[in-house]
């Protein structure tokens, strides 16, 4: 009937609509992890450079 292939319509927006809300969580979910990693990233090439440094500034002084 008319009736039942409305409302199977709606069950089936419903759940389109479910589906595309987890679609975008799932994406915010992966925009943050990735931004994580770009600041570890960035926090780990601060150490390397400040470890080259004082590795540098200690080979190039003078021995005592």
């Known amino acids: 009937t008319i009736a039942a292939a409305v409302e199977e319509q709606g069950a089936s927006t419903q759940e389109i609509s479910r589906n595309i809300q987890n679609a975008a969580q799932g994406t915010s979910d992966v925009s943050s992890n990735i931004a994580d990693v770009q600041r570890g990233a960035f926090v ?14 200690h080979l190039s002084s003078p021995p005592d």
Do not use: M, N, P
């Not at 780990?44 to 500034?57: D, F, H, K, M, T």
């Open 44 to 57: 780990r090439q601060g150490l390397a450079y400040r470890l080259g440094w004082g590795v540098g500034a």
